[in-house]
């Protein structure tokens, strides 16, 4: 819709009640009285505005963007048009991806407001998570996600005035990449303001963050790589806390950082989740038994999550690259096929490479950076919290560090459930 630039406001609930009552659409859906629609905040977001509406009808998500960080408030401004960049990459994902993003009702562009289907019973991933819960779609479904919207917005699928028309279409949210380029690829390794961690246990780990030079060469090469390598359209924040399930359904949400990005800062994102998820496990009230199966079945997701993704990632593309990459004619015949198979194998063992290293960035940044995750948050006790949390960062370092040292996914499985009741020396005093 052509709004005219200019007139954005924010809606909070009688403003956003009449204007919801004027599109004819959403009334429809919602049903015929709007003075009896019930409208609740509900974001627990870290950046924006999210009313649920429910009329006699049927319910729908609101989400506003707000000109500043929500978390911060407004001394932390940051541009409205990141909620374009939502919609945008949202219209991708459903496109690429059908089934597996809320569906789109209406957006207006002035106002920085999306409305989308409302996800009920759905619950953020990361909360159930907590409570111990399993999900069996999720691999299925997040791997199909991920190798689906990675690979039909590379190279490898597009032409390169595609691919290049891609690039451009995101390339203005900048704003939100420098978020992450500060707050994943930088302040968790320097003295920053926002930086916490849980003192004084991780004290001497925070120390040694700021003053690792290799570990300062490796984020920056991380950097370098999110920065640099516009791979394919990335959501660019695929957490836990960006994924909404029930049994049988699994939703992704909140695009936001959507830009062109390298593949495997998507994949190293759910695997960081996982394995923070399966760290923190130790942490909390869990009958044993039911802790033991929960931890199995989070070390078995992170492997399958990379398995699936990279099995259907290559069946795409073994079943038809159309990209302006590996041209078929430079691969005819047997002699060709087979030296394509096999720099499809490498391409995926650099893949994996990228995956472990962000996923590791991932993991110390929600331990020593700005925002924290529920999954160790919610371990009441700090000195029980710090020991979880200090596992986590002896794997990320690892594998920051010794990338070499993961080959494959079942040596990043191995090396955390050998990690699983290791003890750090605070945890003597
Ligand atoms: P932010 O960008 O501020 O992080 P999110 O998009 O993550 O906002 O949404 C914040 C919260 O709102 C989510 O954690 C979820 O609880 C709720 N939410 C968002 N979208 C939907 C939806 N389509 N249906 C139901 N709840 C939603
Ligand atoms: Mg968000």
Same mark, same amino acid.
């Given at each position: 819709?052509?709004?005219?630039?200019?007139?954005?406001?924010?809606?909070?609930?009688?403003?956003?009640?009449?204007?919801?009552?004027?599109?004819?659409?959403?009334?429809?859906?919602?049903?015929?009285?709007?003075?009896?629609?019930?409208?609740?905040?509900?974001?627990?977001?870290?950046?924006?505005?999210?009313?649920?509406?429910?009329?006699?009808?049927?319910?729908?998500?609101?989400?506003?963007?707000?000109?500043?960080?929500?978390?911060?408030?407004?001394?932390?401004?940051?541009?409205?048009?990141?909620?374009?960049?939502?919609?945008?990459?949202?219209? $991708? %994902?459903?496109?690429? &991806?059908?089934?597996?993003?809320? +569906? !789109?009702?209406?957006?207006? =562009?002035? @106002?920085?407001? #999306?409305?989308?289907?409302?996800?009920?019973?759905?619950?953020?991933?990361?909360?159930?998570?907590?409570?111990?819960?399993?999900?069996?779609?999720?691999?299925?479904?997040?791997?199909?996600?991920?190798?689906?919207?990675?690979?039909?917005?590379?190279?490898?699928?597009?032409?390169?005035?595609?691919? $290049? %028309?891609?690039?451009? &279409?995101?390339?203005?949210?900048? +704003? !939100?990449?420098?978020?992450? =380029?500060? @707050?994943?690829? #930088?302040?968790?390794?320097?003295?920053?303001?926002?930086?916490?961690?849980?003192?004084?246990?991780?004290?001497?780990?925070?120390?040694?963050?700021?003053?690792?030079?290799?570990?300062?060469?490796?984020?920056?090469?991380?950097?370098?790589?999110?920065?640099?390598?516009?791979?394919?359209?990335?959501?660019?924040?695929?957490?836990?806390?960006?994924?909404?399930?029930?049994?049988?359904?699994?939703?992704?949400?909140?695009?936001?950082?959507?830009?062109?990005?390298?593949?495997?800062?998507?994949?190293?994102?759910?695997?960081?989740?996982?394995?923070?998820?399966?760290?923190?496990?130790?942490?909390?009230?869990?009958?044993?038994?039911?802790?033991?199966?929960?931890?199995?079945?989070?070390?078995?997701?992170?492997?399958?999550?990379?398995?699936?993704?990279?099995?259907?990632?290559?069946?795409?593309?073994?079943?038809?690259?159309?990209?302006?990459?590996?041209?078929?004619?430079?691969?005819?015949?047997?002699?060709?096929?087979?030296?394509?198979?096999?720099?499809?194998?490498?391409?995926?063992?650099?893949?994996?490479?990228?995956?472990?290293?962000?996923?590791?960035?991932?993991?110390?940044?929600?331990?020593?950076?700005?925002?924290?995750?529920?999954?160790?948050?919610?371990?009441?006790?700090?000195?029980?919290?710090?020991?979880?949390?200090?596992?986590?960062?002896?794997?990320?370092?690892?594998?920051?560090?010794?990338?070499?040292?993961?080959?494959?996914?079942?040596?990043?499985?191995?090396?955390?459930?050998?990690?699983?009741?290791?003890?750090?020396?605070?945890?003597?005093?």
């Amino acid at each position: 819709m052509a709004e005219g630039q200019g007139d954005y406001r924010i809606l909070h609930e009688a403003a956003l009640r009449d204007y919801l009552a004027e599109q004819p659409d959403l009334v429809t859906l919602l049903g015929a009285e709007p003075v009896s629609w019930s409208i609740t905040e509900v974001g627990d977001g870290n950046l924006n505005l999210v009313f649920i509406v429910k009329g006699d009808r049927g319910g729908v998500a609101v989400k506003q963007a707000l000109p500043y960080v929500r978390l911060v408030g407004e001394s932390w401004p940051l541009p409205l048009s990141r909620a374009h960049y939502e919609y945008l990459s949202l219209s $991708k %994902q459903a496109q690429l &991806a059908p089934g597996l993003v809320p +569906a !789109l009702r209406h957006h207006n =562009e002035a @106002l920085a407001l #999306t409305v989308m289907e409302l996800l009920e019973p759905h619950i953020i991933m990361r909360k159930g998570m907590v409570a111990g819960t399993q999900y069996p779609r999720f691999v299925d479904d997040i791997t199909t996600f991920m190798a689906r919207t990675l690979f039909f917005t590379s190279d490898l699928a597009l032409s390169a005035a595609e691919k $290049k %028309q891609g690039i451009a &279409a995101f390339a203005g949210n900048h +704003a !939100l990449c420098k978020i992450t =380029e500060d @707050l994943i690829f #930088t302040d968790p390794y320097r003295i920053a303001e926002q930086n916490r961690w849980t003192a004084p246990y991780l004290d001497a780990l925070a120390a040694d963050l700021r003053d690792d030079m290799d570990l300062h060469v490796a984020i920056s090469r991380l950097k370098l790589k999110f920065m640099a390598s516009p791979e394919a359209l990335l959501h660019g924040d695929l957490h836990t806390g960006s994924i909404m399930v029930t049994d049988s359904q699994t939703r992704v949400i909140d695009p936001e950082f959507a830009f062109y990005g390298p593949m495997g800062f998507d994949v190293g994102a759910v695997l960081a989740n996982l394995l923070m998820a399966y760290f923190a496990s130790a942490g909390h009230e869990r009958l044993p038994g039911e802790r033991r199966a929960f931890e199995a079945w989070v070390l078995e997701t992170v492997e399958q999550v990379w398995t699936e993704f990279a099995r259907k990632f290559l069946d795409l593309w073994r079943a038809g690259a159309a990209g302006d990459a590996y041209p078929a004619s430079l691969f005819a015949g047997e002699k060709g096929a087979a030296r394509l198979e096999a720099e499809r194998q490498a391409y995926m063992q650099r893949l994996f490479a990228d995956t472990v290293g962000f996923a590791a960035a991932k993991t110390i940044r929600r331990i020593f950076g700005l925002a924290h995750n529920i999954d160790f948050e919610l371990i009441e006790d700090p000195k029980r919290r710090a020991i979880s949390e200090a596992r986590a960062v002896r794997l990320a370092r690892a594998m920051m560090l010794e990338a070499g040292a993961f080959p494959t996914i079942a040596d990043v499985t191995g090396a955390a459930r050998k990690l699983r009741d290791w003890q750090p020396e605070f945890a003597a005093g």
